[in-house]
Antibody
Framework: QVQLVESGGGVVQPGRSLRLSCAAS????????MHWVRQAPGKGLEWVAL????????YYADSVKGRFTISRDNSKNTLYLQMNSLRAEDTAVYYC????????????????WGQGTLVTVSS | SYVLTQPPSVSVAPGQTARITCGGN??????LHWYQQKPGQAPVLVVY???VRPSGIPERFSGSNSGNTATLTISRVEAGDEADYFCQVWNGNTDLWVFGGGTKLTVL
């Protein structure tokens, strides 16, 4: 069955970097666009970034543009989120999610989500 | 930027029908998606492209979208439907995904 397992979260000081990973299994990873979505404690959902199934197109929320980089390694079935210049307001649970359908465009919604990894930015 | 507006809370008795709205400028021209999130769990897609139910989602969940308002309708509400519900659209003008603020559904 489909599995998405996030890792790499933890406590980090403001201004430092962190890289999240999302290991995918149970589906043809290279055929699906992938998203990162975050949720601050007690708050709603905030979309962070999207990468197309081939990795050629990337999209970012304004709040992370220039600081975060989404990437993927289709040979390892793994999605990444490199987070630089972290701020207190980046504190959240970060979810990775796969598109609801294979081979679709940027307007394809996240159809299946992992359980998330918590990132805490604090001194 | 494009804004989606949801009521903070909706309450309904078991067996009744819950309607959760999502408002946005000319939202009927966009494809609208709905997620259910129970406490401590990851979100689950319950309706996409306005009215399509993913595999495994009960027929009690349905969606509509017209004008400036989209609606998620949950028929014959059960205690297990108590959760937060979020709407979402793709804003093609800015290449950004947008979520509504979420609605907490309480089953009385």
């Amino acid at each position: 069955q489909v599995q998405l397992v996030e890792s790499g979260g933890g406590v980090v000081q403001p201004g430092r970097s962190l890289r999240l990973s999302c290991a995918a299994s149970g589906f043809t990873f290279s055929s699906y666009g992938m998203h990162w979505v975050r949720q601050a404690p007690g708050k709603g959902l905030e979309w962070v970034a999207l990468i197309s199934y081939r990795g050629s197109n990337k999209y970012y929320a304004d709040s992370v543009k220039g600081r975060f980089t989404i990437s993927r390694d289709n040979s390892k079935n793994t999605l990444y989120l490199q987070m630089n210049s972290l701020r207190a307001e980046d504190t959240a649970v970060y979810y990775c999610a796969k598109d609801v359908s294979s081979g679709c465009g940027a307007d394809c919604p996240p159809g299946y989500w992992g359980q998330g990894t918590l990132v805490t930015v604090s001194s | 930027s494009y804004v989606l507006t949801q009521p903070p809370s909706v309450s309904v008795a078991p067996g009744q029908t819950a309607r959760i709205t999502c408002g946005g400028n000319n939202i009927g021209s966009k494809n609208l998606h709905w997620y259910q999130q129970k406490p401590g769990q990851a979100p689950v897609l319950v309706v996409y492209d306005n009215s399509v139910r993913p595999s495994g989602i009960p027929e009690r969940f349905s969606g509509s979208n017209s004008g400036n308002t989209a609606t998620l309708t949950i028929s014959r509400v059960e205690a297990g439907d108590e959760a937060d519900y979020f709407c979402q659209v793709w804003n093609g003008n800015t290449d950004l995904w947008v979520f509504g603020g979420g609605t907490k559904l309480t089953v009385l």
